[in-house]
């Protein structure tokens, strides 16, 4: 039997692709970049704790070293993740020289490196809020030296 409405109810309610947020990022990158930068619940949390989050590296150390109470509360803890995720990855866009966010085609936004090596930030920061490993200082640490090397290794 064909209903004909029903074609048009699911095009209106298909899950949003990741295309959407890529085109996005290719129209208006800077309202992306801070759209992804707002991290209200980890900013909230952190702020709880007495500790503004400045965007930089020692931030990412700070935030290290809070006490992780949100994992009492489990339905917190993956939005936490996610926000600390993206958190990770607006200081490396906005202190690692070349970094940049982009879309894979599932719709997850990562961080790509000018060697060409792509970071899942908000998987790290997943792992960080579910079990404190790894450290988003130590994630950052690693970009930061791979951003290095990877400079030398295609300037001698």
Known sequence: MKLPFLGAWRN????????????ALDRDPDGVIELLSEC??????????GLVLDETPASL??????????????????????DAGLYLGTVIVRTVPEARWVVWPSGQPVIALASGREINVVE?????????????SQVYAEVA???GWGSRANHP
């Open 40 to 49: 209200e619940l980890l900013r909230s949390q952190a702020a709880t704790a």
């Open 145 to 147: 030296e791979l951003r």
């Open 12 to 23: 209106r309610h298909q899950p949003v692709s990741g295309s959407v947020l890529a085109t």
């Open 61 to 82: 150390e700070a935030l290290d070293q809070l006490k992780p109470r949100w994992r009492r509360d489990p339905e917190m803890v993956p939005w936490l993740g996610n």
């Open 124 to 136: 790290s920061g997943l792992s960080w809020a579910f079990t404190g490993s790894p450290e988003l």
